[in-house]
């Protein structure tokens, strides 16, 4: 069995990217999570990071997060840093969730080609409304958390990726999976999770930031 670690932003295609790798046989030693310097949220989903750390606890895999700046001018420097510290550690293969951005994966190919990681992407080229379906029938829950204004409205926030949904994005032409970055997902249930996690308290608020989006500040969790 192939140790490895997996890229881990709390959404559904990293997870189900962490479950496909494990299923093929790869033993997940770390997910790696990496979070903004200041505010205590996971840079790319916004989720709070004490919700990641609650995820891999609940999955039973430790999680490493490595701050970034605001403005995300670091992030290439922080990730061969971490890159560098788990092949120190015996790391040489890295579990991605990327599913049809070429400059995505160019990018973590030549970075993990200079580290001497292989990178594996279970769902790489396959058709995205199949991704969605199989999560789905695999039994995991994951809510929409975040979706940009003008795409999806306040409304979407907070539902569960389901087949009704599914549907719903068919008629807007969206992309099922989210890929590009019309909605953010939060997984608090499947078949890797030991319980699921409850949203106890949450507001929906209106960012700005690359774009406006409607976001569910999630203020009080637990399972």
Not at 13 to 39: M, P, W
Not at 45 to 51: C, E, F, S, Y
Not at 78 to 102: H, K, N, P, W
Request: charged fraction near 30%; glycine fraction near 8%.
């Amino acid at each position: 069995m192939i140790s490895a670690v997996s890229s881990w932003s709390g959404g559904k295609d990293s997870c189900f990217a962490f479950y496909k790798a494990r299923q093929d046989g790869y033993r997940i030693e770390h997910l790696l999570n990496f979070v903004t310097k200041g505010d205590g949220r996971c840079c790319f989903h916004g989720i709070d990071a004490g919700l990641v750390r609650l995820q891999a606890m609940l999955i039973g895999v430790p999680v490493i997060q490595k701050e970034v700046s605001r403005d995300m001018k670091d992030y290439e420097h922080i990730f061969r840093q971490a890159l560098a510290e788990l092949t120190a550690s015996g790391i040489r293969s890295m579990v991605f969730g990327d599913i049809y951005l070429l400059d995505n994966v160019n990018w973590i190919e030549r970075l993990c080609k200079e580290a001497g990681v292989k990178p594996i992407e279970p769902l790489w080229d396959v058709p995205p409304l199949r991704i969605a379906e199989e999560f789905i029938e695999s039994g995991f829950k994951a809510l929409i958390i975040s979706c940009r204004d003008g795409i999806l409205g306040k409304d979407f926030i907070g539902r569960y990726i389901d087949k009704e949904i599914l549907k719903e994005f068919e008629a807007r032409k969206i992309c099922p999976c989210g890929e590009n970055g019309e909605f953010h997902t939060l997984v608090v249930d499947g078949p890797i999770f030991k319980q699921s996690i409850k949203i106890l308290e949450s507001e929906v608020i209106l960012k700005d930031g690359f774009w406006k989006h409607w976001f569910l500040d999630i203020k009080k969790y637990g399972r």
